[in-house]
């Protein structure tokens, strides 16, 4: 079954956009709820609500979609494509207003990623890409670094912050400092569009979910990041991104270590 990738892509654009403007717009009366698989896993009703606008519009326009949303809202579908939702990837940024946060919308046909957007509400930026087009910001082209030698690459971390994975990474940062240019702590789907932006030369995430990563991956990858993780798939467990004349040093690195 064919679809207008562009099409879909500028009704998810809308849709982000508006859910970041109530993000903005909540912001200063958000109701915590309880948290989720561990303390540090957390919940407003400002993710609930803005997860609720975007599944709510996309069923209405394609009501045979499957979606896997990270707030609950998910359903399977007969139509053989799935949506995958973050509506507020970095809800501790977001709540505690220490650094940015992300709305993650991405398609897949199957297991193949179609299409996605990530939009940033504070920054005012959209970084999208449709499988084979390219990546964009704000209607731009964008493309991976040059890949500067690894001690002077700026890499991106990102993780799920329970005890069991901030052992992990600690280990990770612990042989990765002394050797790359400096280290920014992100969210996963900001890290890997920062990545497609040039911004970060590389970038590394452990122990993430699909919604954190499905649409940053797809634009990183359009934008000309390589990607992988144990081997030359990326997975949950473990995402590496890197400018292709970085790749190999930065992948040896975080294999070795994560």
């Not at 109530?22 to 997860?51: C, F, W, Y």
């Not at 990607?227 to 590496?240: D, K, V």
Request: charged letters at 20%; one cysteine or more; a negative charge.
């Amino acid at each position: 079954m064919n679809r207008d990738l562009d099409a879909a892509r500028d009704l998810v654009v809308d849709l982000a956009v508006r859910a970041g403007r109530l993000q903005m717009e909540r912001r200063d009366t958000l109701k915590m709820g309880a948290p989720k698989a561990h303390a540090n896993d957390v919940v407003s009703d400002v993710d609930i609500a803005s997860e609720r606008l975007i599944v709510d519009a996309i069923l209405a326009a394609w009501p045979d979609d499957a979606v896997q949303a990270e707030e609950g809202h998910g359903r399977s579908g007969g139509s053989g494509w799935m949506w995958v939702v973050d509506p507020l990837d970095g809800t501790r940024n977001y709540v505690s207003r220490t650094g940015p946060w992300s709305v993650c919308i991405a398609l897949y046909q199957g297991e193949q990623p179609r299409m996605a957007v990530v939009h940033d509400p504070a920054g005012n930026e959209t970084f999208s890409a449709v499988d084979g087009g390219g990546a964009f910001l704000n209607g731009e082209p964008i493309s991976a670094s040059s890949g500067p030698p690894l001690a002077e690459a700026l890499v991106g971390v990102s993780f799920q912050p329970n005890p069991k994975t901030k052992e992990r990474t600690g280990k990770l940062i612990r042989e990765l400092l002394p050797v790359v240019g400096d280290i920014r702590r992100i969210p996963a789907a900001l890290n890997l569009v920062y990545q497609a932006a040039g911004r970060l030369d590389g970038g590394v995430a452990l122990d993430t979910n699909l919604w954190d990563i499905a649409a940053g991956a797809l634009i990183a990858r359009e934008a000309g990041v390589t990607l992988g993780g144990h081997g030359p798939g990326f997975s949950t467990e473990l995402t590496i991104g890197a400018a292709p004349a970085l790749w190999d040093a930065l992948a040896e690195r975080v294999r070795a270590a994560a």
